[in-house]
């Protein structure tokens, strides 16, 4: 399964990279177990612009519907449903986050320990 990890590189600004979460053992196949401290869902307007800003924490992003962009150094990348992005890049320049489409951004957030 691919996931956009998004970290702050030597350069302090954020950059995408992308990885993969592997799946073992038989039946219901599994990924590698990770601390988690909470979970959350959130909705964003259509419209709604985070502007340059870092990670407030680790944690993963998973949308569940409608659609988002994510500006960093790289370029910008979008996120719609089933997609999982790693925030990372907790220091440095940051992210923009903006709601892109005709429907609200609805997402969970998965703080990591």
Known sequence: MKIIKLYT???????FEEIEAHFTGGG???????????VT???APVGHVIDWH????????????GKWEIE???GVRLFKAGDVMLAEDLTGQG???RVVGTEPH?????PLK
């Open 9 to 15: 590189g030597t350069d302090q600004k954020s950059h």
């Open 72 to 74: 960093c150094s790289d």
């Open 28 to 38: 219901i196949e599994t990924t590698e177990i990770q601390n988690a401290s909470a």
């Open 54 to 65: 870092p990670a407030p924490r680790r944690q993963y992003v998973v949308s569940l519907s």
């Open 41 to 43: 869902f959130r909705r």
């Open 95 to 97: 992210h923009v986050s």
């Open 106 to 110: 609805i997402f969970m957030t998965v």
